[in-house]
């Protein structure tokens, strides 16, 4: 059996995901055999279908995690906290505690603000003012922990001074160059916490 399932929303927290499981040690982990896809539906068929879609990996995988974004999601809950609890327990009835949900709130893009040389180098980005500067002065407020409030609009915004397009590539790059054990986003210091638990080195 391969060691973890992952089924993710969309594209871009599929490449995001590689870029940090392809890291291993950044991780905290044993090196792992794990296979990722996309849920047609996106976030909302992922909160809908995702914890029974997984169910059908039981018998080739031992862990199985689930991952989507708060926004998008179109829950009713008032927290990504209340809806990943909800899918938890959705996944328990099978899996155990060898399942697990992952809410990001907002989005997926915050996780990419974990390191502002990461993002300047991946996108190449013009020297003399640092990109937190320029989303600054046009008008991107940021969070208590450093990050843009409104992440993949900036991301998107930045990105037009290389004239780069907004790939999952992309997000594979910028995982595959972050700081995993510093990223203060509490979605994946919950995700790191239960790797590290499942695939200790």
């Given amino acids: 059996m ?7 929303a969309d594209k871009n927290a599929e490449f995001a995901l590689k870029g940090a499981l392809a890291r ?20 909302g068929g992922t909160r809908k279908t995702g914890p029974e879609l997984l169910a059908l990996q039981q018998r080739q995988f031992t862990h199985s995690l689930l991952v989507l974004d708060f926004e998008g999601s179109g829950t ?9 609890k909800q899918l938890n327990d959705r996944l328990h009835s099978r899996w155990k505690d060898a399942g697990k949900a992952i ?22 980005w013009p020297a003399g003012k640092s990109i937190r500067v320029w989303l600054q002065e046009h008008g991107f407020s940021f969070e208590a922990n450093d990050k843009p ?24 790059k910028i995982a595959g160059k972050i700081s995993l054990r510093k990223c203060t986003d509490e979605a ?5 916490t239960q790797l590290v638990a499942w695939f200790p080195r």
């Fill in 103 to 124: 809410v990001i709130e907002p989005e997926l893009d915050v996780w990419m603000w974990g390191s502002d040389n990461a993002i300047e180098q991946t996108l190449d």
């Fill in 188 to 192: 994946f210091k919950r995700l790191r």
């Fill in 76 to 84: 009713e809950f008032d927290s990504a906290q209340m809806l990943e």
């Fill in 24 to 43: 291993p040690e950044a991780l905290g982990i044993r090196s792992i055999q794990f296979e990722i896809r996309t849920h047609p539906g996106r976030d």
């Fill in 149 to 172: 409030t409104r992440p993949k609009e900036a991301l998107e915004a930045a990105l037009k001074i290389p004239n780069l397009p907004r790939s999952s590539a992309l997000y594979e």
């Fill in 2 to 8: 391969k060691d973890l399932f992952i089924l993710a």
